[in-house]
């Protein structure tokens, strides 16, 4: 184990590595590897509270060669944490690296104090104590560290992790939940490597304007991995932990395969599909039927979520993509083992039982309009500012700023967002909550297919239904932000007070 050095978090973001000739000898793994499972850190049922700390270390990500990373509680990325609802989870965070980081839990309806949002830095060798009240249906989560623009450069390196939440009363609901056998993690990740070995994370120019993505494709860590599973229903409980990069999921053969949870849990009833886009942030649970015994290829189509058609050439230039097979990339495979049997062979037919909650009548509505190019700066001076680095980007003109307080909430209200993207798509979070979409582009979402979310893709209008009933007051408010990491850090996030 080593401490991570200066140079690798700050030498790594300059211009400076950022060059053509070094990204034209970006390096390309193999993949293939079988599929890490994480560990689980169970907070179910009380007892005492672990320790997680943030560190520093040196991970085997390629064959043969270490690469810097930082984790919580290991290598890169961290345990998937367990917990109840209708518990109090508790656990020491710590930290190890050499500046302060956060542990923000990202989907969770608990109080801004809880949180872990920018607010609540633990410094190095600070151990922060954490208690979360969990109180949300049974949902996939995850967390992450979320200080004020070094959240993508954390991210990327790896304090991220996924969560779990389980109701114990909610009745059984027929789906695979051997963790691990039949119901899998899967955190999806971009990432760039060096020649070196390195992971770079250098953003500039259009990396920065539209969002810092990578060559290659992780999953738990491993560059495109394999999986074992049995010949029977498996679950995957897909995070997309990109900083930018939104994935476009289909299989190789084109097999249907079934949404059964979003963000916020389980939707009413299975959805069938072939393909699933994830925004940064964004989970789905689906179900694949593996009883036939086919081995699958599971793929991405390419991301064209840029700003105007202009500068596709210059996001293609400055970004090495993943290696694509028509127009398609590998994301990771798996293997059916014939000698082992999963539990679930049909897929129950309800879910859930009970379609999203009733809010009631919104008492009022509030905009949002994310601006890459805030007012005053123009179009061509917005541009060249944001080349050269500067810039900010901003929502309703206001650049994120945490001595500023941008809505005040009253607990329990229900509200219409609307929240509008110009330039590109931006996923749009809010802290605390999960909320309805009521319309996308003009579209009414059918709710069944969309379920209760936290993050949401828009691109042009969404409206979106939201009712914070936790509490977060001005030291601790909760954030609304673009989960395009890099924009989140050049400011496309505001603070809201819940009392
Ligand atoms: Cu994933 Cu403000 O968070
Ligand atoms: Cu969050
Ligand atoms: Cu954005």
């Known amino acids: 184990m080593m401490r991570i050095s200066r140079r690798h978090f700050i030498g790594g973001t300059t211009a400076a590595l950022f060059t053509p000739a070094l990204i034209g000898r970006a390096f390309a793994a193999t993949g293939g590897a079988p599929l890490p499972i994480p560990d689980v850190l169970d907070l179910r049922g009380g007892g005492g509270a672990p320790t997680l700390d943030a560190i520093a270390a040196r991970s085997r990500i390629l064959e043969g060669r270490d690469t810097v990373t930082v984790g919580y509680g290991q290598g890169f990325l961290g345990p998937v944490i367990r917990v109840n609802r209708h518990e109090t989870a508790r656990l020491n965070l710590g930290n190890k690296i050499k500046e302060p980081v956060s542990v923000h839990w990202h989907g969770m309806h608990i109080e801004g104090a809880q949180d872990g949002g920018p607010h609540s830095p633990i410094a190095p060798n600070e151990v922060f104590e954490s208690a979360l009240d969990i109180d949300q249906p049974a949902a996939t989560l995850w967390y992450h560290s979320h200080i004020h623009q070094r959240t993508a450069t954390h991210v990327w390196f790896g304090l991220a992790g996924m969560l ?42 259009p990396t920065r304007m539209m969002g810092y993505r990578g060559s290659e494709i992780l999953v738990n860590g491993a560059i495109r991995p394999q999986a074992s599973v049995p010949p029977s229903m498996v679950r995957l409980r897909v995070l997309n932990g990109s900083n930018a990069r939104i994935f476009h999921f289909g299989f190789e053969d084109g097999r249907t395969f079934h949404q059964v949870a ?19 942030a964004e989970r789905a649970e689906i179900v694949v039927d593996f009883s036939d015994g086919a081995n699958a290829r599971l793929l991405s189509a390419p991301d064209n979520n840029t700003m105007m058609g202009g500068m596709m050439g210059m996001m293609r230039g400055a970004s090495p993509e993943p290696v694509a097979d028509g127009g398609l990339f590998e994301v990771m495979t798996f293997a059916v083992d014939q000698t082992r049997s999963g539990s679930v062979i049909t897929l129950p037919k309800m879910l859930a039982g009970a379609p999203v909650p009733s809010f009631g009548e919104p008492v009022r509505k509030r905009q949002f309009s994310l601006d890459m190019m805030p007012s005053g700066m123009g179009m061509g001076g917005g541009m060249r500012g944001m080349m050269g680095g500067g810039h900010a980007m901003a929502i309703n003109g206001a650049s994120m700023d945490m001595a500023v307080i941008n809505q005040e909430l009253r607990l329990g209200e229900v509200e219409i967002w609307q929240v509008s993207a110009n330039e590109m798509a931006h996923p749009f979070h809010v802290h605390g909550t999960s909320f309805q979409v009521l319309s996308l582009n003009g579209q009414a979402v059918d709710q069944t297919r969309m379920g209760m979310k936290d993050v949401v893709l828009v691109d042009g209008t969404a409206e979106l239904l939201v009712q914070v009933d936790r509490k977060a007051d001005a030291d601790h408010p909760f954030m609304f932000h673009c989960h395009i990491l890099e924009h989140e850090d050049l400011g496309m996030m505001g603070q809201f007070t819940v009392s």
């Open 164 to 205: 779990i939440v389980d109701d114990p009363t909610a009745p059984a609901n027929g789906l695979p939940h051997d963790y691990g056998k039949d119901d899998l993690p899967l955190v999806v990740q971009d990432r760039i490597f060096d020649r070196g070995g390195q992971m770079l994370y250098a953003p500039q120019g």
């Open 262 to 280: 979003s963000d916020g849990g389980l939707l009413p009833t299975p959805v069938p599909m072939k393909s699933l886009t994830l925004a940064p």
